[in-house]
């Protein structure tokens, strides 16, 4: 850990008590802050109390007094936990800073931050670069949004190695000086829109993340999106990647390019879905700047086939093939996904109704022949299977879903569960729904 004053005898407050919170208050007690912990729930966790009480820490449980913010000179809140709440209002009221644990990482890493975001494809790109690194013997530590805080990484590593950090929108919303030596944005399309309230504000958090870089710093951008750097005054260098036209990293001839090197034949990759090809290249650009050789990404991608979650291959029952897409938690997301299959396809689709449409998946569902849908959306997916001309059942959720697609597949079907929606009707995250689905598909195997 990088030694850093700036948090020395501040007082400050943790907003929130999920894992960045419990990141953020054990880097700060190690940085000589005053902190207090703020949580809407009532604090159950008795080790980690006495732990906290024994470090000075104040816990404050079940609501957030106003006057907390008396003596606070900082607030480090939960990513999740939007702006517009009474006591973050009243914070910026006063003009005190609030930032997400991200920020702390960045202030103590000894070694150098990659940065991913994007609305979709971060995810995999940053497992795929991290398989690259270690491939080509690196010592990567994956952190952020993908589970793992970003402040508990940047405790760990050393100069030797290399932060690979999934960025949320929510995350990035919360930096100051946050700066990574690469920064990559996979696209930007219209999400979360209920906790950013318009298209601008999600946009400008996502472009928040190269805001600090400077010249010797890189940043990795979708050139099919390249209108949306216009006009801004970005210091640092950047290199484009897109799969129909010629960039720094492109498909040509059947053959991922860098800088005009043909790496190897697009065939030869395990990961599945035309969308992957610019995650893919997008990831050839870090891993070329981080030095990694093309026996290492090869030996990557011709081992590489996803991740849980994001287009993961179950296996097959009765020769129907199964598919746990639970991460799909928009429409753009499901699109790739119903765009990755010629076979005929059962749909499972469905959660937390955020009001958008599902109408614009109609072009992509030409393969769909049944939809069994759950959760707040459940009306929206069968009006659109009406609209298909095609059957539709309503279901509990993915695991009684999995039984009612089993039942109506036939060999040579695919059964896709690729939800199009948020998971909080019914699931604290996609990837306890996604499990359950798991757990259905493991009960008919």
Not at 93 to 120: C, D, F, K, M, Q
């Amino acid at each position: 850990m990088k030694p850093f004053s700036g948090y020395e005898n501040k007082n400050v407050i943790v907003l929130g008590y999920g894992r960045s919170g419990k990141s953020a208050v054990n880097a700060l007690v190690n940085l000589g802050a005053n902190v207090t912990l703020t949580t809407n729930e009532v604090f159950s966790d008795g080790e980690a109390e006495q732990k906290y009480k024994a470090w000075g820490v104040d816990i404050v449980d079940g609501h957030h007094p106003s006057n907390l913010l008396n003596r606070a000179d900082l607030i480090v809140k939960n990513p999740g936990i939007p702006y517009s709440i009474p006591f973050l209002k009243e914070a910026e009221e006063r003009e005190i800073p609030i930032i997400t644990e991200v920020e702390i990482a960045h202030h103590v890493s000894e070694a150098p931050i990659y940065a991913l975001t994007g609305t979709n494809g971060k995810t995999t790109c940053t497992h795929l670069l991290g398989e690259m690194l270690e491939h080509s013997g690196g010592s990567p530590i994956l952190c952020g949004n993908i589970g793992y805080p970003a402040t508990d990484a940047a405790m760990e590593a050393g100069v030797s190695d290399t932060l690979l950090m999934e960025l949320s929108s929510f995350q990035l919303m919360g930096i100051k000086e946050f700066r990574p030596n690469i920064a990559v944005i996979t696209n930007i399309y219209e999400a979360h829109l209920d906790y950013h309230g318009s298209v601008e504000e999600y946009v400008h958090a996502k472009l928040e993340i190269f805001k600090n870089m400077t010249a010797q710093d890189l940043l990795i951008f979708n050139k099919k999106q390249a209108h949306m750097l216009e006009g801004l005054n970005i210091k640092c260098r950047i290199q484009y990647f897109d799969s129909d036209t010629k960039a720094d990293a492109y498909t040509e001839d059947g053959n991922f390019v860098v800088y005009g090197e043909a790496i190897m034949p697009i065939k030869d990759v395990v990961l599945k879905g035309d969308h992957n090809i610019e995650n893919i290249l997008a990831t050839l650009l870090v891993a070329k700047a981080h030095g990694v050789d093309n026996k290492a990404i090869k030996r990557t991608l011709t081992t590489f086939s996803g991740i849980s979650h994001r287009l993961e291959r179950l296996g097959s029952v009765d020769e129907v093939v199964y598919y746990n897409d639970s991460k799909a938690t928009n429409n753009l997301a499901t699109s790739f996904a119903l765009k990755s299959f010629d076979t005929p396809v059962i749909w499972l689709a469905g959660g937390l109704d955020r009001g958008q449409s599902v109408d614009e998946l109609m072009q992509y569902a030409g393969h769909v022949k049944r939809i069994v849908t759950f959760g707040e959306t459940a009306p929206k997916f069968e009006a659109l299977a009406q609209k298909l001309s095609i059957p539709s059942e309503i279901t509990e959720n993915p695991f009684t879903g999995i039984e009612l697609t089993h039942r109506h597949a036939e060999p040579g079907d695919t059964v896709l569960f690729s939800p199009a929606c948020a998971s909080w009707d019914q699931y604290k995250d996609y990837e306890r729904r996604g499990d359950h689905f798991k757990e259905g598909f493991a009960k008919l195997s």
